[in-house]
């Protein structure tokens, strides 16, 4: 788990955040005398689902301020290319619910940030990776966000009944179709198990499994940071 990618990630997932905006966002973090905060945005490229009728991308807006106080958001969107129409999905955000939060640490900002990861196969799904973390802490994991577009249904789910401190999302089950596969265990421990997660949160051991994509990644001049 120690092996950096190419792209700089805090979990080193293969669906890396932009991180390295992230941080470097960060160095313009104003005094602590500072009145007011800054706003930064950033926008993913698009994933392209497998019949190119639906477009997924996310938008990621930091608000920096002093002494590990800035806070880090995202909202996913969801284009039909065919009809034009527009959907804006707000993840559930699972920190809120962290028994962490409650044990001196509520003064830390959150980082709540979702990158569109994969379309199901038929293209009627898409599967979204939501890193979720505190800034100035070890507190860090990854949730998947499955959006039904036929049913207008969103999903967050992670692995349950399990004792781990990270989960990391890999993409879908090859052996499970439909459920998400991740990669969980303790900061320190040297192997950690596969699990397959379906909608409800069931949770599975899927140790020969691997996990596989659908969609094309499409970069555009709107793409990358974004103006203040």
Known sequence: MSQRSVQLDPLNSPHPIPWNWVMATLTEAPSENAANPTFHYYRSPSLL????????Y???????????QSRATSILFIENLKTGDLQAVTPASPLADNPFISRGVETLGAISIVVPVSWSQTG??????????LFGS?????????????????STIAPTHLHYTTAILLGWSQSHPNQVLFRAGNLGDEHWDLWAVDTSGHTARSQDDRAVTFGHVVSSVWAGPQAH
């Open 124 to 133: 009627n799904c898409l599967l979204a990776r939501e890193f979720e973390s």
């Open 49 to 56: 689902s497998p019949d190119r009728q639906y477009a997924a």
């Open 138 to 154: 070890d507190i860090a994991s990854d949730y998947a966000v499955v959006v039904d577009c036929a049913e207008n249904r969103v």
């Open 58 to 68: 996310s938008r990621i807006q930091i608000q920096v301020q002093a002494h590990f």
